[in-house]
């Protein structure tokens, strides 16, 4: 951005080195599509009417090349049909900018929290018909245009309501199998990611998926006497 500039005026830019051919969108805006490059880094972006007299080099015309991020896996891979589900991002090259998101279905963009290079997270969205079980693919952006070459499934599932627990009451030492029953017309997703959580603020545990309405998991320690909703 910047100003005097003509509609239909012959603009050229230079990254670094390199000279593309640009357009003026307005007389305060020009676009450029920039060009490769081989490495990483900051590379000055100037502009010229006339391919000689380039404009002045300030600290708000560089920009930062940096290798696409790739994805490997996320965690968890099903989320619940009315959103609010944190997941974790896996892969490669995530940068620390302002703009790094999460794309739902190149369509839906969601800021994302940078955590490392290899690792960022974000709040999955409401499902586009939250009546039914989808699937949608997740992309991610390091500044808002550009995606990941590649994609991974999210698995959206209406949520769960368990409807009865076998045992009812377990040892403070922990240890106890408990089975979960699932209410009628709703089933649990054969996962990996599930859990059973023991409170409100309590610990988490892996759960065992026995089919679409029973799942296991084993009791953690606790006080003596007190009482837990699963």
């Known amino acids: 951005t910047g100003s005097g500039?003509?509609?239909?005026e012959?603009?050229?830019?230079?990254?670094?080195?390199?000279?593309?051919?640009?357009q003026v969108n307005s007389n305060e805006e020009v676009v450029c599509i920039s060009p490769s490059s081989l490495v990483s880094g900051s590379v000055d972006v100037v502009?010229?009417?006339?391919?000689?007299?380039?404009?002045?080099?300030?600290?708000?015309?560089?920009?930062?090349?940096?290798?696409?991020?790739a994805l490997s896996g996320i965690s968890p891979k099903v989320a619940s049909v009315s959103g609010n589900t944190v997941i974790e991002v896996y892969g490669n090259n995530f940068a620390p900018f302002p703009e790094v998101s999460c794309v739902f279905d190149n369509e839906v963009?969601?800021?994302?929290?940078?955590?490392?290079?290899?690792?960022?997270?974000c709040l999955?969205?409401?499902?586009?018909?939250?009546?039914?079980?989808?699937?949608?693919?997740?992309?991610?952006?390091?500044?808002?245009?550009?995606l990941s070459d590649d994609t991974i499934s999210i698995i959206y599932r209406p949520t769960v309501i368990a409807s009865a627990i076998e045992p009812t009451t377990g040892t403070v030492a922990g240890g106890t199998k408990i089975t979960i029953?699932?209410?009628l017309s709703t089933t649990f997703a054969h996962s990996d990611d599930m859990l059973c959580k023991f409170g409100a603020e309590g610990e988490s545990r892996k759960a065992s998926w026995l089919s679409a309405t029973r799942v296991v998991c084993t009791s953690p320690t606790s006080s003596a006497g007190s009482a837990l909703p699963v």
């Open 109 to 121: 963009v969601v800021s994302a929290t940078y955590h490392r290079s290899t690792l960022v997270s």
């Open 10 to 22: 012959k603009i050229v830019g230079k990254f670094g080195a390199k000279v593309v051919t640009c």
């Open 47 to 69: 502009l010229s009417s006339n391919g000689a007299d380039y404009s002045a080099v300030s600290a708000s015309s560089s920009f930062v090349y940096y290798s696409a991020p």
């Open 124 to 146: 999955v969205p409401e499902a586009v018909d939250p009546s039914v079980s989808s699937v949608v693919q997740l992309s991610v952006t390091n500044n808002g245009k550009d």
């Open 181 to 183: 029953f699932a209410a």
């Open 5 to 8: 500039f003509l509609n239909g």
